[in-house]
């Protein structure tokens, strides 16, 4: 069975950083794309952030690129987000997706 | 970027009706595979997103075949053909052919 188990998450001040992790079991880590969602409260979804299954290329929307960082460790099975320089406007539950798997999410949530 | 565009926003039907969800993009998710990155998922109340359909019309192993996929190109639509109690929730479809990746505004389905 996939599971995606998210932690991390929590109240963060506005130019503070937080780091996600992400761990993965029930299939072979290193054979897949991993993927980072958003959902703003009581809003819509958005994608965050992109990983190949080597770890060798990355992918941002404009809106996180260059604060954020997806990374991950396949020995590990576990994948990771970076968020730099955090905004009010990054508050949201954050989801470790893998295609068409999702985790329960974790919540961030920015605020003085 | 790809905009994704859901109509209606909410749908109110009793138990056994059908109900019908339509997705439009901005530009063709044809992509240079052959293959058509199209996806539904539904959110039900306080839950992470579940799959149902991807490239259009494949539905995931554990989804009922009261649900169904169609469409091409710019222009796709989910359908139930007759809804169930455990249906209700938000559905979005979502694009995986082009970064960024992007997903519609979501359609919320009550039951009457």
């Known amino acids: 069975e996939v599971q995606l188990v998210e932690s991390g998450g929590g109240l963060v001040q506005p130019g503070r950083s937080l780091k996600l992790s992400c761990v993965a079991s029930?299939?072979?880590?290193?054979?897949?794309?991993m993927t980072w969602i958003r959902q703003a409260p009581g809003k819509g979804l958005e994608w965050v952030a992109s990983?190949?299954?080597?770890?060798?290329?990355?992918y941002y929307p404009d809106s996180v690129k260059g604060r954020f960082t997806i990374s991950r460790d396949n020995a590990k099975s576990t994948l990771y987000l970076q968020m730099n320089s955090l905004r009010s406007e990054d508050t949201a539950t954050y989801y470790c997706?893998?295609?068409?798997?999702w985790g329960q999410g974790v919540m961030v949530t920015v605020s003085s | 970027d790809v905009v994704m565009t859901q109509t209606p926003v909410s749908l109110s039907l009793a138990i056994g009706q059908p109900a019908s969800i339509s997705c439009k993009s901005s530009q063709s998710l044809l992509g240079t595979s052959g293959k058509t990155f199209l996806n539904w998922i539904l959110q039900r109340p306080g839950q992470s997103p579940k799959r149902l359909i991807y490239?259009?019309?494949k539905l995931y192993s554990e989804v009922p075949d009261r649900f169904s996929g169609s469409g091409s190109e710019t222009e796709f639509t989910l359908k139930i053909s007759r809804v169930e109690a455990e249906d209700l929730g938000v559905y979005y479809c979502?694009?995986?052919?082009?970064?960024?990746?992007?997903f519609g505004s979501g359609t919320k389905l009550e039951i009457k």
């Open positions: 029930g299939f072979t880590f290193n054979n897949y794309w």
């Open positions: 997706t893998r295609d068409a798997f």
């Open positions: 990983i190949t299954n080597t770890g060798g290329s990355t």
């Open positions: 490239q259009v019309s």
């Open positions: 979502w694009q995986g052919t082009h970064f960024p990746l992007t």
